[in-house]
């Protein structure tokens, strides 16, 4: 069993920054492999950056490649998302999950454990 628990968004004009942090319960965290994911007003969740359980790994959605950065800390058991550059278009509840196993990593049905999401509104 893992808590996942996201904190660190907020209100953010256009071409700032901000980093989420999502803080695991349990000491198995480093067998985990993490995920956020968001959902802007009106639409589906949708996959936004994924890291392996090493941090060796990492994949993000082409829209925020090169502006967002997935990282881990297995000692402090915290997954961490830095955005840069932000857009009105990042605008969402942004989620973090963890799964132990997977197939497709921007998959959210292959997460089996969520936290319960921390807001992030961009202005232009």
């Known amino acids: 069993q893992v808590q996942l628990v996201e904190s660190g968004g907020g209100l953010v004009q256009a071409g700032g920054s901000l980093r989420l942090s999502c803080a695991a319960s349990?000491?198995?965290?480093?067998?985990?492999?993490m995920g956020w994911f968001r959902r802007a007003p009106g639409k589906e969740r949708e996959f936004v950056a994924h890291?392996?359980?090493?941090?060796?790994?990492?994949y993000y959605r082409d829209a925020v490649k090169g502006r967002f950065t997935i990282s881990r800390d297995n000692a402090k058991n915290t997954v961490y998302l830095q955005m840069n550059s932000l857009k009105p278009e990042d605008t969402a509840v942004y989620y973090c999950?963890?799964?132990?196993?997977?197939?497709?990593?921007?998959?959210?049905?292959?997460?089996?454990?969520w936290g319960q999401g921390t807001q992030v509104t961009v202005s232009s």
């Open positions: 890291i392996n359980w090493s941090g060796g790994s990492t």
């Open positions: 999950a963890a799964t132990r196993y997977y197939r497709d990593y921007a998959n959210q049905k292959d997460y089996n454990y």
């Open positions: 349990g000491r198995t965290f480093s067998s985990y492999a």
